[in-house]
């Protein structure tokens, strides 16, 4: 299940960036909620690190022109993700807190970055309007992910509360 919703996401995201124009609002993080979502599901954290490596490889190499930098910085992100778990629990506002959160720290973390290797020039408001245009279509996709999630995992005994 695990593998499906991140596969999917990680399509989704591709087919939603084609209609959806680059200085839109809504710029899609599907592949990031993703990780959010299945976090709980995992038992051994070793296994989600290597989730989140993968699916940040495969973003390089299928949605930017970079190596290794998404996957470093997906990583990063499932270590935050994990921490945030450890402190809040799996409901559904929780949940929205954390999808915001996490999309709030990689946009700085990857804005950060870009600015410091000089490839973007630094403005507060391009660096706000980018989280503002992030979160109002990611927050609505782990609405239905979780509904969705939460559906299936009464069917197959997953701990989803």
């Given at each position: 299940?695990?593998?499906?919703?991140?596969?999917?996401?990680?399509?989704?995201?591709?087919?939603?960036?084609?209609?959806?124009?680059?200085?839109?609002?809504?710029?899609?993080?599907?592949?990031?909620?993703?990780?959010?979502?299945?976090?709980?599901?995992?038992?051994?954290?070793?296994?989600?690190?290597?989730?989140?490596?993968?699916?940040?490889?495969?973003?390089?190499?299928?949605?930017?022109?970079?190596?290794?930098?998404?996957?470093?910085?997906?990583?990063?992100?499932?270590?935050?993700?994990?921490?945030?778990?450890?402190?809040?629990?799996?409901?559904?506002?929780?949940?929205?807190?954390?999808?915001?959160?996490?999309?709030?720290?990689?946009?700085?973390?990857?804005?950060?970055?870009?600015?410091?290797?000089?490839?973007?020039?630094?403005?507060?408001?391009?660096?706000?309007?980018?989280?503002?245009k992030s979160l109002?279509?990611?927050?609505?996709?782990?609405?239905?992910?979780?509904?969705?999630?939460?559906?299936?995992?009464?069917?197959?005994k997953y701990v989803?509360?």
């Amino acid at each position: 299940m695990k593998i499906i919703i991140l596969i999917v996401s990680f399509l989704l995201e591709g087919v939603i960036s084609n209609f959806v124009s680059i200085n839109g609002y809504f710029a899609p993080l599907f592949t990031l909620v993703s990780l959010i979502m299945i976090c709980p599901l995992f038992d051994d954290s070793t296994n989600y690190y290597k989730y989140a490596f993968f699916s940040g490889l495969a973003y390089d190499l299928f949605y930017t022109d970079t190596i290794i930098f998404h996957a470093i910085i997906f990583c990063f992100m499932a270590f935050i993700i994990m921490r945030l778990n450890l402190v809040l629990t799996d409901n559904f506002i929780n949940i929205l807190i954390i999808v915001a959160l996490s999309i709030v720290f990689y946009r700085i973390i990857t804005y950060g970055i870009l600015v410091f290797i000089n490839s973007m020039s630094f403005d507060v408001l391009a660096l706000v309007d980018s989280i503002l245009k992030s979160l109002i279509l990611n927050l609505i996709y782990s609405m239905l992910l979780f509904i969705i999630i939460k559906k299936f995992s009464r069917k197959k005994k997953y701990v989803y509360s």
